[in-house]
């Protein structure tokens, strides 16, 4: 069972018996709404209640479905998977478990990747996943093989495609990983993961 999947089994407890497991989620692209400045990719938006979540990813979908749809899929593939974060972004968000739903303004983004750049200063770093501004911001201390980096910066692409998820299959209780943004908030949150996006709201 892959690490989604496995965020999708801890969310599964959290709703058992409440009767929200079959509330109906719709899934569509959204290019209008603000994204967080690393990751790449085409935002797909997931509606459950009045509660929005995201996820930026290479492989966008648009679909309406109901949360059950995940529980006790393998998740095998980057769709599925792209869905499967989208739609727990929006229910932890309903659940008012987390409260990353939502990437900061432009005022934030150079704030932020400083921080970023001073919280891994003198590490190798690896980036998971497409990413804007992140590889030029890291300069000599990026690598390309995460199996050499000393951390990993985790984007949504990185998440949901199979090279990023082995990656950090891999990495996880070896090495320091970092999610990054809102569209991996609702996973870091489930699966105890670091995460950051000290301006998202």
């Known amino acids: 069972m892959n690490l989604i999947a496995t965020a999708v089994q801890r969310l599964e407890e959290i709703m058992k018996d409440g009767g929200c497991e079959e509330g109906t989620v719709s899934l569509a692209q959204n290019p209008k709404l603000p994204l967080c400045p690393y990751p790449r990719g085409v935002c797909t938006d997931a509606c459950f209640g009045d509660r929005h979540g995201h996820v930026v990813t290479a492989d966008p ?11 006790g899929a393998p998740l095998k593939s980057p769709v599925e998977r792209t869905a499967a974060c989208a739609i727990i972004n929006a229910v932890t968000g309903f659940f008012c478990i987390n409260r990353k739903l939502n990437a900061c303004d432009g005022a934030h983004h150079a704030p932020c990747l400083g921080d970023l750049m001073a919280e891994v200063a003198g590490k190798k770093v690896a980036v998971v ?37 082995a990656a950090i299959e891999a990495a996880l209780g070896t090495k320091r990983v970092i999610f990054l943004g809102p569209s991996t908030a609702g996973v870091a949150l489930l699966q105890k993961i670091e995460h950051w996006c000290p301006y998202g709201h």
Do not use: R, W, Y
Request: aromatic fraction near 4%.
């Open 61 to 71: 979908i648009q679909a309406c479905t109901k949360v059950s749809f995940m529980f």
């Open 129 to 165: 996943g497409e990413a804007k501004n992140l590889p030029a911001a890291l300069g000599a201390a990026l690598v390309s093989d995460p199996a050499d980096a000393d951390v990993l910066l985790v984007t949504g692409p990185g998440l949901v495609s199979d090279e990023g998820l």
